[in-house]
């Protein structure tokens, strides 16, 4: 069974940096698109930053030049640095990628449990 393990965050107070992790497990065949996404009370889930296995990126521009998505696709894991942070940076922060199991051979997107991440003084 694959799964997403997100760690990492937290409180921190306006201007600091943080840094969210995220590993996946289980019988993977292949990751594709990796992502994250982050969803604040009363909004909808949106996307902040995304890596496909090539190594390209894409940002929201909320956070363009301040957070930065990082892959490492031998230990199958991303991580998202988040620099300057905002109070409006507060939500839900959730790890998503595109897999293909060995099971099924079949891409399925996944998601982690979610990580919430508190920017206030």
């Known amino acids: 069974q694959v799964q997403l393990v997100e760690s990492g965050g937290g409180l921190v107070q306006p201007g600091k940096s943080l840094r969210l992790s995220c590993a996946a497990s289980g019988i993977i065949f292949r990751i594709n698109d990796m992502a994250w996404y982050r969803q604040a009370p009363g909004q909808q889930r949106e996307l902040v930053a995304a890596v496909t296995r090539a190594g390209s990126t894409n940002y929201a521009d909320s956070v363009k030049g301040r957070f930065t998505i990082a892959r490492d696709n031998a230990k199958n894991t991303v991580d998202l640095q988040m620099n300057s942070l905002k109070p409006e940076d507060t939500a839900v922060y959730y790890c998503?990628?595109?897999?293909?199991?060995?099971?099924?051979?079949?891409?399925?997107?996944?998601w982690g449990q979610g990580t919430q991440v508190t920017v206030s003084s």
């Open positions: 998503n990628a595109r897999i293909i199991p060995t099971t099924t051979y079949s891409e399925l997107a996944y």
